[in-house]
């Protein structure tokens, strides 16, 4: 079935860049709403209902925290509830504490939507048209941190029968150490192995799988689009000295329904394509 | 064109990010230091690509960095133990500064692969990264005496912990707030101190012993 | 024409008195399978180094080395890379990337090519190998015989001339084994390229080869199509390393071709055929010094169970072999044993408490600089065991500087250390040649005449006939068959010992060298 996140990783990054910018570095209330939903129904589709749920639930606590938490710290805002210690505790400073949590809540679950999709493939082919060079470095770490991870644990049990006698961090040290003469004496054989494929002879080409279609043309044309229309009608809001919304016109409404198609986006994908699947299976 | 970008980078675009954000305005800040510390690791990366590097070079290197990542699962079990920072400072000691950068930065990058990526990877990846290098340019002192290595440790975990409170002070405040950054700071001293004495403790083991490695990796493989 | 010619090559190690090679003369063909073969030491691994200019070890050169007709030593980088392929012993070390396709588009991208052309090529490749269904998985998820055959894939994708091998199935199973021989002789047919390959195993290698090389010391003894090399070897020790078909006809001084394969060698064998057979060595009957029943065991919550209802018995004072195929679990069950694993459910019972195990990688138990280092921290009184296992010598060497056979002693010598009474060693003879392969198992022997247990996972068929008391296989998650080594072996077809498999309907119960020696013998006698 084509998901989301078969879309080419440029286009991908377009995306990801464009909402999560718009979710991490913005506390309009309005926005935040349906960035926020936008990416937990995008998560659920991903990983299901019931994990989305109970991370909505961390968040949801993690927003009445830092909500209750800022009037201590900033004492800006026009309207003051009541003072502790001859600070004023201001309705503003409140508000704003839960466009803060509403920004983290969104940002983190962007950011989990961004691991779902962006596997270490995607990541390395970016940095691959940039830098192969580098692309192949982070290539053999991913390959070589679970391959250490194993040698570890085996070392350490292997261990085990031979030093009873001493503390727990020391073995694990010891064990540790055994683990980097380990890396280093297979770094030469690595070595060997690259430079007996021509490592490093010539400037580096980086093949990949991913290939930008007509189709993945289009997306990243319609995110770009997007992007400016949300920028050009920004609506903004602000929280001090008292909160305020500027005066809307045509422009702001557009740009935060831009904004709430945008955010939608993944999710709208999912839905559509699970369905055509659907009808497809039938007809077969 | 890449050597150009290496000097135009942190010369003359770096000040005018900062500069564009200034102009806009209070709630930029977060978002030009994200971007600041991401420019900020490009130079090390073209640095590195442009380099003369053998595979020798580039093997070490993945594997200086996959140590200190893989050291995150292997110290899980040990509360508040992560030999990331010291792998870092011992890289960049041996390696060398632009070395140790990209140990620091790449060591974020990989290790969040697992432990999730978010808005603190580029300044995990900065700070890591700027720990690397300077540790490098200090490398014969601190290989010289153990006093010098002790003072590095501490410097280097507040540092860490200052580059990242930083960042959340001018996220949730849009500006810097004095008094949230000193809460944060102190609410995090603790765990600071802690991941200070255990990175302390990792180096004065782990200097003398990868040394040793070192020295005979190099007599029998030249 | 001749892809290389090495001219009165010698060489020798920085600070070695001895040389390593000592003039060599060799042309190889275009297109010939070379095997090379040599004892330990013989300096198979150095003169095969020597023929790839990245790989060439330092020290003092003498001679010279022409390869397409043009000086090697002298070959620029980007065209002596692509054209030379090597492959080393270890599967896991040498590859570079995460993900199977990076693996066979590495060499590709070193190059400079374009992307549609890597494309195509790996694409290729990759059906070519059998490794498409693997294409994009983590090369970390690879079996051991899968890793080997992509290393294989990943050099043959740049399309080299001459591809060099140092040992490559050295750490497969008998069945990956013989894939990946057979991939390589594919390769030799279909495509042509040279194939230069030193192994210890010659029971398949042999009569893929059009010459062997045999090297002894240093120097060039012969280099004869395998048929002649029988009879050259007669009195050396190497020919303890041949295919059983060639020893049998050894022994026999028959005239004729020396068979090299179990069909040509049967012909020999049938006029032997008599009533006489192998005797059933009497098993051990002391109660079980471990006992697993229905054990079930898996290393994920939600992964697939690795052992399914299985039960296993080991005597006291026996010498049980386990085989069966990569990832069947066979390292799995010795955790469980050893109890650095628990089983989920199902009972293990231990009825000693003083076990010893050694690790797949044996480098594994060496924590410390020197083997010594590593004694001591066990046990101060170490001197006397390593006298009886002639390894004073290395006691200063790091761990990491002992060759193959070196290190399975010293850490077998480690755990002894510990006076356990229950061995359990992970596939001690991983890398050994036959002749510390037969070292070892009778030094086992000797300890389990004063009272040890081993428990002894193996792929090595012909070492677990030659000094197992029972074997058994795992599969399925279970131990399918389990009997004592004669009858196990002779009762399978496959999963057997070559010897086993050249005697089948002619001697009954013979599975060994020795046991077919008996036969003639009884035959003779008659
Ligand atoms: N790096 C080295 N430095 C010094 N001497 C070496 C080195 N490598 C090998 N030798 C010596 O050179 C000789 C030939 O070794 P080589 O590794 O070529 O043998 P081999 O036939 O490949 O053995 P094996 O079958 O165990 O792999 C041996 O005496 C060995 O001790
Ligand atoms: N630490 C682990 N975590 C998850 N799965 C594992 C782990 N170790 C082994 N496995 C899986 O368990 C199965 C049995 O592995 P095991 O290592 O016991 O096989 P084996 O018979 O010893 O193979 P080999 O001959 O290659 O040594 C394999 O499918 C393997 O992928
Ligand atoms: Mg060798
Ligand atoms: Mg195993």
């Known amino acids: 079935m084509n998901t989301f996140r078969n879309l080419h990783p440029v286009t991908l990054l377009l995306y990801f860049s464009f909402v999560t910018v718009f979710s991490v570095f913005n506390f309009n209330p309005v926005y935040l709403c349906f960035s926020l939903l936008g990416a937990a129904l995008y998560f659920a589709s991903v990983k299901g209902v019931f994990v989305m749920l109970k991370s909505m639930a961390g ?37 704003f504490g839960a466009a803060l949590g509403l920004a983290i809540a969104s940002a983190l679950c962007w950011f989990s939507c961004i691991g779902e999709v962006f596997d270490s493939e995607k ?44 503390g727990r961090v020391r073995r694990f040290l010891s064990s540790f150490s055994a683990v980097i003469t380990q890396s280093l004496e297979n770094s030469i054989i690595t070595a060997d192995s690259m430079n007996a494929r021509g490592f490093a002879l010539k400037k580096r080409t980086r093949f990949s799988r991913f290939r930008f279609t007509a189709y993945d043309a289009g997306f990243s044309a319609f995110f770009v689009l997007l992007g400016t229309f949300i920028c050009v009608g920004w609506f903004s809001f602000e929280f001090y000295p008292v909160i305020s919304i500027g005066r809307l016109n045509a422009l702001n409404i557009m740009s935060v329904v831009l904004f709430a198609v945008m955010s939608l986006t993944p999710f709208a994908y999912e839905v559509k394509e699970g369905v055509k699947w659907k009808i497809s299976l039938s007809k077969i | 064109m890449r050597k150009l970008l290496i000097l135009i980078i942190p010369l003359l675009i770096i000040p005018a990010v900062v500069v564009a954000g200034y102009i806009i305005g209070r709630n930029s800040y977060a978002f030009v230091s994200a971007l600041v510390v991401l420019l900020g690791c490009v130079p090390f990366f073209l640095a590195f690509e442009d380099g003369n590097n053998s595979g020798r070079r580039v093997v070490t290197l993945a594997v200086m960095t996959a140590l200190s990542v893989a050291g995150r699962f292997i110290f899980a079990p040990i509360p508040f133990f992560k030999p990331v920072t010291a792998m870092v400072i011992i890289s960049a000691m041996y390696f060398g500064s632009g070395f140790g950068f990209l140990t620091g930065a790449l060591s974020a990058l990989i290790s969040n692969f697992y432990f999730g990526q978010g808005p603190w990877t580029p300044f995990q990846m900065f700070a890591w990264g700027l720990i690397g290098f300077l540790a490098g340019l200090l490398s014969d002192p601190l290989k010289r005496s153990k006093l010098v290595l002790i003072l590095y440790a501490v410097f280097s975990g507040f540092l860490y912990s200052v580059i990242l409170d930083t960042w959340t002070t001018l996220w949730a405040d849009s500006g810097f707030n004095l008094t949230r950054f000193l809460a944060l700071t102190a609410t995090s001293f603790p765990i600071t101190v802690v991941y200070i004495v255990s990175n302390v403790v990792f180096l004065l083991i782990f200097t003398p012993l990868f040394s040793k490695k070192l020295d005979r990796i190099i007599k029998k493989y030249g | ?74 070959l620029k980088a980007l065209d002596s890379a692509p054209k030379i392929g090597f492959i080393t012993q270890e599967p896991e070390a040498q590859l570079v990337s995460d993900r199977v396709y990076g693996e066979l588009a590495f060499g590709l991208e070193n190059l400079g090519l374009d992307r549609e052309i890597i494309r195509a090529r790996v694409g290729e490749f990759a059906s070519y190998f059998g490794l498409v269904k693997e294409f994009t998985k983590p090369t970390a998820n690879l079996s051991g015989g899968q890793k080997q055959l992509l290393n294989l894939a990943s050099v043959m994708a740049m399309n080299p001339e001459v591809i060099i091998l140092d040992e490559p199935t050295s750490q497969l199973d008998p069945i990956a084994a013989v894939e990946f021989l057979d991939a390589l002789k594919r390769l030799n047919d279909d495509l042509g390229v040279t194939v230069i390959i030193a192994e210890h195993h010659l029971e398949n290698a042999f009569k893929l080869a059009d010459r062997v090389a ?37 022994y026999l001084d028959s005239d004729g071709k020396c068979p090299l394969t179990v069909k040509e060698g049967r012909g020999m064998l049938e006029k032997y055929e008599n009533e006489h057979y192998i005797s059933i060595k009497e098993l051990i009957n002391n109660e079980e010094i471990i006992s697993c029943k229905d054990i079930w065991f898996r ?36 955790k469980l044993i050893f109890g650095a694993l628990k089983p989920y459910r199902g009972r293990l019972r231990r009825r000693s408490e003083s076990l010893a195990y050694l690790p797949q990688n044996p480098k594994n138990l060496f924590v410390k600089d020197s083997v010594e280092e590593d004694f001591k921290s066990v046990n101060n009184s170490y001197l006397e065991l390593c006298e009886s296992f002639g390894i004073e010598k290395l006691l200063s060497a790091h761990p990491y500087d002992l060759s193959g056979g070196e290190l399975e002693r010293a850490a077998i010598c480690k755990l002894l250390l510990l006076s356990p009474e229950v061995l359990l060693l992970d596939e001690p003879t991983k890398g050994l040649d036959s002749f510390a392969k037969n070292e070892l198992g009778m030094f086992l022997r000797e300890r389990i005449k004063e009272g040890l247990t081993v428990i002894c996972v193996t792929h090595d068929l012909d070492f677990a006939a030659n000094f197992a008391d029972r074997c058994g296989l795992l599969f399925d998650g279970g ?48």
């Open chain 3, 299 to 334: 290393y994920e919550k939600k992964g697939e169970d690795v052992l399914r209802s299985c039960s296993l018995g080991v005597r006291r004072g026996e010498f049980y072999a386990l085989a069966g195929e990569n990832g069947s679990g066979k390292s799995t069950i010795l």
């Open chain 3, 479 to 526: 131990i399918i068959c389990e009997n004592d080594c004669n009858t196990f072996f002779s009762g399978n077809s496959f999963y057997t010992t070559a010897s086993s498999r050249l005697t089948k309907g002619i001697f009954k119960n013979a599975v060994t060298y020795d046991d077919i020696l008996e036969c003639i013998k009884a035959g003779e006698g008659k």
């Open chain 3, 214 to 250: 045999y090297l002894e010391d240093g120097r060039l003894f012969c280099c004869e199509a395998p048929e002649g090399l029988a009879l050259l070897l007669k009195d050396k020790r190497i020919s303890q390393t041949l295919p059983v078909s060639s020893r049998v006809y050894q």
């Open chain 3, 1 to 74: 024409m001749e892809d290389f010619s090495i001219k009165n090559l010698s060489f020798k190690y920085p600070d070695r008195e001895r040389f390593a090679l000592s003039n060599i003369n060799l042309g190889i063909k275009k297109g010939e399978f070379l095997l090379v073969i040599g004892e330990s030491g013989s300096g198979k691994t150095t003169l095969l180094r020597m023929l790839k200019n990245e790989l060439r070890p330092k020290g003092e050169i003498d001679g010279g080395i022409l390869f397409l007709g043009n000086n090697l030593f002298e």
């Open chain 1, 59 to 95: 968040y949801f606590i993690m927003l009445l925290a830092v909500a209750a938490l800022n009037p201590l710290f900033s004492h800006n805002g026009a309207t003051a509830l009541f003072f502790i210690n001859d600070n004023r505790v201001t309705l503003e400073a409140f508000c």
């Open chain 1, 123 to 166: 990541l390395l082919y970016l940095f691959g048209r940039a830098s192969p060079k580098l692309a192949a470095v982070i290539s053999l770490s991913l390959r070589l941190v679970p391959g250490i991870f194993k040698s570890f644990k085996e070392i350490h049990s292997a261990q085990s029968s031979f030093s009873s006698n001493q």
